[in-house]
């Protein structure tokens, strides 16, 4: 999801109001300011989006207000509370996915909670028993195509890895960084998927040939660089090939004006990486309690029912509801690759470093 998909809106951003109820007084209150702060802090991805509407229901149900800081890509979020732990910038982080969790985790960034819920959460979705991070959303990471730059050219999109290495495609593909962007990682490690352990490194090589362009995150990517979407149509983006997500099709058709009845962009469904997306309760938080009640929140109807059409995500809480243009606009993706987290936790910072030898020169 993640994100990513994880995955904003390309026309619209969200602002979020905040408000501080400072405390005051001598030593006999010392136990009142501590539970008198009414804000918790998400820390997220920028591509965090949800419905004001929606946060006006959390602070009605609970007393706080959400303040949400966004801090990059999700690699780059995640760096950053690296770098802070123990003393985080906010309560709860929300988008590290299975790619970086094991990262994550052994550097100790999250306080366990089992969130009010999780029962309904599907089972697959939750890869730790310490429910140090609860799982949020889920979404699939595939190269996305511009329909209309095939249809001029008589040219057939790629449907599979093997695809993207063939001559008709050079020079035609954008991904994202995969030490910095988990975007640019899971389809790294859908290529891992695909061609194996020993075959991965040779994938990139040619891949490298074939014209591959990395740049560092989803945004600039998808945003700046695909000529399929509205950001790229606008800073004359020249690759109708690029790494994004399952459901972002949608994207273009909610945020077009007039609406059209067909995407613009299609799906190859044979380059697909199934990401899930995390929150945790960080070590050494403030609000713990407001921490607490806003995982709870992540997995409540009303969020889960909101994320499809504000981020482009799939919900975890099983029958979830699904908005008609998510389901009619995105891509099924039946047999996305996946790789075992404990083989990502053993080998991730291996494949990167053998992958930024050969893709980032």
Partial sequence: MHTTTKYAATAVAAAFGVTVLAGCGGSDDSGALAKSSTTVTLVSHDSFNVSKGVLKEFT???????????????????????LTKGSPRGDVFFGVDNTLLSRALDEGLFTPYEAKGLDAVSADTVLDDRHRVTPVDTGDICVNYDKK??????????????????????????????????????????????????????????????????????????????????????????????????????????????????????????????QIEFAGLLDGAKNEAGGKALLDFLISAEFQQDMPLNMFVNPVVEDTKLPELFTKFGATVDAPATVAPAKIAEKREQWVRAWSSIAVK
Avoid at 69 to 74: V, W, Y
Avoid at 75 to 80: E, P, R, S, Y
Avoid at 172 to 195: Q, R
Wanted: proline residues 7%; glycine residues 12%.
């Fill in 60 to 82: 009605k149900r609970t007393g706080y207000t959400v303040k949400v800081l966004k801090s990059g890509d999700a690699g780059a979020a995640l760096n950053q509370e690296i």
């Fill in 149 to 274: 730059y095939f249809a001029d050219k008589k040219l057939a999109p790629p449907s599979s890895f093997a695809d993207l290495l063939k001559p008709a495609y050079k020079d035609l593909l954008v991904t994202e960084n995969a030490a910095t962007s988990s975007p640019g990682l899971g389809f790294l490690l859908g290529t891992v998927s695909a061609s194996g352990e020993d075959g991965y490194q040779d994938y990139w090589k040619k891949l490298k040939a074939n014209g591959v362009k990395v740049v560092d995150g989803w945004e600039q990517a998808y945003n700046e660089e695909f000529s399929g979407s509205a950001g790229g149509k606008k800073t004359g983006g020249d690759r109708p090939l690029v790494v994004s997500y399952a459901s972002s099709p949608p994207v273009e058709v909610l945020y077009a004006d007039p609406q059209p009845t067909e995407a613009p962009t299609g799906v190859a469904t044979g380059t697909c990486f199934r």
